[in-house]
């Protein structure tokens, strides 16, 4: 793809941020270097078909100053993140960093070890466990601990344990309480549009340069197309204070529900007086809202969990960790960090609602929103993977929803229409595109970009229309703090450029989809029930689950799948059949292998026949 050098106005901006910010401040640069024991070389990591699922060498330009094309603070912070490396945090806990998006820490117990977060991909988890073993010696894994529900922190299981050991006993699996159905339905219910906009989030598709892709602010990226994994936690952790003693190491666990994660959790290690912060409290400003979609965290219960963790560990911790980026040593230091973290969150959710009082909608809060010296200054709490901008507009729209209070807002056309209109009042598309260029010409590259997503939205394909957009999300990209934004701006123009690249990760692997509970499995057949094909369906399914015991009646009327467990009613059709059999027939297995039937089977036909899979590939920047 051909790049466009950055413009006047951003070299501009730039220089700006490098005389701004203290870059002076490099103990960063100290920290991430600590305790390093050795490095995998290459570190690149093929799946079994031979496919590289990880290269954390194509960050190797990440030296020297910032070229013109990145913020000077998101190459700062790019350079730190890509530091990978096996690293000794205290003796006994060793962290792998820059094997995925997110960090796998190893505990050393009596005999064995404890592995914390196995990372996305069971090839990266593996490399990194065996990395250790080089250096560290053979030791059985005694545990493994999940943090919270996120992908990047349990789907690398099997390359460190296999399910085979935990039914055995000889391994433990534990993990905050609520998580496996939090893990499951985040990845099945809304998975392919989360994994198409996770494309754009992550730079899947961009190439590692001065130009493209450089980091996501909190990992570099996500391994692709290795195996993702889900054991079933053998314990299940639900209060703060609880204290387990795992291969002779003792570990006391803060819950933390709706932070970062819907089910996490916090836990202090008393031996190595180390507290482990999950994805609480990292280097960088988190996602109140990431941009691939979720639901909306709350930054109010996030601070006061923080607070708790202050008030129980801080004053008994000499280093805290967390699944991101590199630890913090030194109690003053520790103080500071957690403060900040703290008073980061507590101040964006309080000053939103002060704003939102005032009758500020979102995009005008976040527009004059401005954190505290304070917290502005401080590295860690800058906008490299959420924002000031976005969370703003996130709190707005969980206390407020989406529609801001102006009656004019109420009912706008679709973008396409919308676009139609615009384009028609300015003069026309060919207009359109001059008064952009203007805007570009200008540096005004905001409005550029509003302009041509109205132009491209009603002429898919004017070249000169997407040429300017792709160069204006270009420049949208080079100027971008964010690395996520950054990611989303050059995926835009290399969509325009290129034409699309769809979602190059899935996250509802196998191994998630088996742990789907038979409620989770009718809900996701519910949300592909294409409605209007199936107004005219009346049907209805017994299904007895016969390896579980469990009986449920399902009904199919106006277009709505609906379903009760021993629900009362007559039935046009009775299906007996083990769960994994039943998972087969909902991924479209028909055969009447493995299943008992009872009625009329045309009707499961005739259910399936209006099941409509999601588009992973579906349209972002045109219509």
Same mark, same amino acid.
């Given at each position: 793809?051909?790049?466009?050098?950055?413009?006047?106005?951003?070299?501009?901006?730039?220089?700006?941020?490098?005389?701004?910010?203290?870059?002076?401040?490099?103990?960063?640069?100290?920290?991430?270097?600590?305790?390093?024991?050795?490095?995998?070389?290459?570190?690149?990591?093929?799946?079994?078909?031979?496919?590289?699922?990880?290269?954390?060498?194509?960050?190797?330009?990440?030296?020297?100053?910032?070229?013109?094309?990145?913020?000077?603070?998101?190459?700062?912070?790019?350079?730190?993140?890509?530091?990978?490396?096996?690293?000794?945090?205290?003796?006994?806990?060793?962290?792998?960093?820059?094997?995925?998006?997110?960090?796998?820490?190893?505990?050393?117990?009596?005999?064995?070890?404890?592995?914390?977060?196995?990372?996305?991909?069971?090839?990266?988890?593996?490399?990194?466990?065996?990395?250790?073993?080089?250096?560290?010696?053979?030791?059985?894994?005694?545990?493994?601990?999940?943090?919270?529900?996120?992908?990047?922190?349990?789907?690398?299981?099997?390359?460190?344990?296999?399910?085979?050991?935990?039914?055995?006993?000889?391994?433990?699996?534990?993990?905050?309480?609520?998580?496996?159905?939090?893990?499951?339905?985040?990845?099945?219910?809304?998975?392919?549009?989360?994994?198409?906009?996770?494309?754009?989030?992550?730079?899947?598709?961009?190439?590692?340069?001065?130009?493209?892709?450089?980091?996501?602010?909190?990992?570099?990226?996500?391994?692709?197309?290795?195996?993702?994994?889900?054991?079933?936690?053998?314990?299940?952790?639900?209060?703060?204070?609880?204290?387990?003693?795992?291969?002779?190491?003792?570990?006391?666990?803060?819950?933390?529900?709706?932070?970062?994660?819907?089910?996490?959790?916090?836990?202090?290690?008393?031996?190595?007086?180390?507290?482990?912060?999950?994805?609480?409290?990292?280097?960088?400003?988190? @996602?109140?809202?990431?941009?691939?979609?979720?639901?909306?965290?709350?930054?109010?219960?996030?601070?006061?969990?923080?607070?708790?963790?202050?008030?129980?560990?801080?004053?008994?911790?000499?280093?805290?960790?967390?699944?991101?980026?590199?630890?913090?040593?030194?109690?003053?230091?520790?103080?500071?960090?957690?403060?900040?973290?703290?008073?980061?969150?507590?101040?964006?959710?309080?000053?939103?609602?002060?704003?939102?009082?005032?009758?500020?909608?979102?995009?005008?809060?976040?527009?004059?929103?401005?954190?505290?010296?304070?917290?502005?200054?401080?590295?860690?709490?800058?906008?490299?993977?959420?924002?000031?901008?976005? @969370?703003?507009?996130?709190?707005?729209?969980?206390?407020?929803?989406?529609?801001?209070?102006?009656?004019?807002?109420?009912?706008?056309?679709?973008?396409?229409?919308?676009?139609?209109?615009?384009?028609?009042?300015?003069?026309?598309?060919?207009?359109?595109?001059?008064?952009?260029?203007?805007?570009?010409?200008?540096?005004?590259?905001?409005?550029?970009?509003?302009?041509?997503?109205?132009?491209?939205?009603?002429?898919?394909?004017?070249?000169?229309?997407?040429?300017?957009?792709?160069?204006?999300?270009?420049?949208?990209?080079?100027?971008?703090?964010?690395?996520?934004?950054?990611?989303?701006?050059?995926?835009?123009?290399?969509?325009?450029?290129?034409?699309?690249?769809?979602?190059?990760?899935?996250?509802?692997?196998?191994?998630?989809?088996?742990?789907?509970?038979?409620?989770?499995?009718?809900?996701?057949?519910?949300?592909?029930?294409?409605?209007?094909?199936?107004?005219?369906?009346?049907?209805?399914?017994?299904?007895?689950?016969?390896?579980?015991?469990?009986?449920?009646?399902?009904?199919?009327? @106006?277009?709505?799948?609906?379903?009760?467990?021993?629900?009362?009613?007559?039935?046009?059709?009775?299906?007996?059949?083990?769960?994994?059999?039943?998972?087969?027939?909902?991924?479209?297995?028909?055969?009447?292998?493995?299943?008992?039937?009872?009625?009329?089977?045309?009707?499961?036909?005739?259910?399936?026949?209006?099941?409509?899979?999601?588009?992973?590939?579906?349209?972002?920047?045109?219509?």
């Amino acid at each position: 793809m051909m790049h466009k050098p950055a413009t006047a106005a951003i070299r501009a901006q730039q220089e700006a941020a490098r005389a701004a910010l203290p870059f002076n401040d490099t103990r960063d640069f100290e920290d991430t270097k600590r305790g390093l024991i050795a490095e995998l070389t290459p570190n690149v990591i093929h799946n079994g078909e031979g496919k590289v699922i990880w290269d954390n060498d194509s960050y190797s330009f990440l030296t020297g100053e910032a070229p013109d094309t990145v913020h000077p603070s998101l190459w700062r912070q790019s350079t730190l993140v890509a530091k990978a490396g096996l690293f000794e945090v205290v003796e006994g806990i060793y962290q792998l960093r820059g094997f995925d998006l997110s960090n796998m820490t190893i505990i050393e117990g009596d005999t064995g070890i404890i592995v914390i977060d196995p990372l996305i991909s069971s090839e990266t988890a593996a490399a990194g466990l065996k990395l250790y073993c080089e250096h560290r010696g053979e030791r059985p894994v005694a545990a493994v601990i999940h943090t919270h529900s996120h992908i990047d922190h349990f789907g690398g299981i099997f390359g460190v344990t296999s399910q085979e050991d935990v039914d055995a006993g000889k391994v433990q699996i534990i993990a905050p309480e609520g998580f496996v159905e939090h893990a499951v339905s985040e990845n099945v219910y809304a998975g392919t549009a989360m994994g198409r906009r996770a494309g754009y989030m992550y730079g899947a598709a961009l190439e590692r340069s001065a130009h493209g892709a450089v980091g996501a602010g909190l990992g570099q990226t996500t391994s692709a197309g290795g195996e993702i994994g889900l054991i079933v936690p053998t314990l299940l952790i639900a209060t703060t204070g609880e204290t387990h003693t795992i291969d002779g190491v003792e570990i006391e666990f803060q819950m933390a529900p709706g932070t970062e994660a819907p089910s996490e959790m916090h836990f202090y290690f008393p031996k190595f007086k180390a507290l482990c912060m999950a994805e609480n409290a990292t280097h960088t400003l988190h @996602n109140l809202l990431t941009l691939r979609g979720a639901v909306v965290r709350d930054p109010h219960v996030w601070s006061k969990y923080l607070s708790e963790a202050i008030d129980r560990y801080g004053d008994k911790t000499d280093v805290v960790f967390a699944s991101h980026h590199w630890p913090t040593w030194g109690a003053e230091n520790i103080s500071e960090f957690l403060g900040l973290q703290r008073d980061l969150y507590a101040y964006l959710h309080d000053q939103t609602l002060r704003l939102i009082n005032l009758g500020y909608n979102g995009a005008e809060a976040a527009e004059i929103f401005q954190l505290p010296p304070a917290l502005e200054n401080s590295w860690h709490a800058r906008g490299y993977y959420g924002s000031v901008s976005h @969370n703003v507009k996130a709190i707005v729209q969980r206390y407020l929803g989406w529609f801001d209070g102006n009656p004019a807002r109420l009912w706008a056309h679709t973008p396409e229409e919308g676009a139609k209109r615009y384009v028609k009042a300015i003069g026309g598309i060919d207009r359109v595109v001059e008064v952009a260029q203007e805007a570009f010409d200008e540096g005004d590259f905001r409005w550029a970009a509003t302009l041509l997503d109205h132009a491209v939205f009603t002429d898919a394909n004017h070249t000169a229309a997407r040429a300017l957009y792709a160069d204006t999300l270009e420049q949208l990209g080079y100027g971008s703090e964010n690395g996520t934004w950054r990611n989303f701006y050059l995926a835009g123009a290399t969509e325009l450029r290129d034409g699309q690249f769809g979602t190059p990760t899935v996250t509802n692997a196998p191994a998630i989809v088996a742990q789907l509970s038979p409620e989770m499995l009718f809900d996701a057949i519910a949300i592909q029930i294409n409605g209007p094909k199936a107004w005219d369906l009346d049907l209805a399914i017994r299904i007895n689950v016969t390896d579980l015991d469990r009986s449920f009646r399902l009904t199919l009327h @106006n277009g709505a799948l609906v379903y009760l467990e021993d629900g009362k009613g007559d039935v046009d059709v009775t299906l007996s059949l083990s769960k994994p059999r039943l998972l087969q027939l909902a991924g479209g297995d028909t055969q009447s292998e493995g299943i008992e039937i009872d009625g009329d089977v045309s009707v499961v036909g005739k259910l399936l026949s209006v099941v409509e899979p999601g588009d992973p590939d579906f349209a972002i920047v045109t219509p």
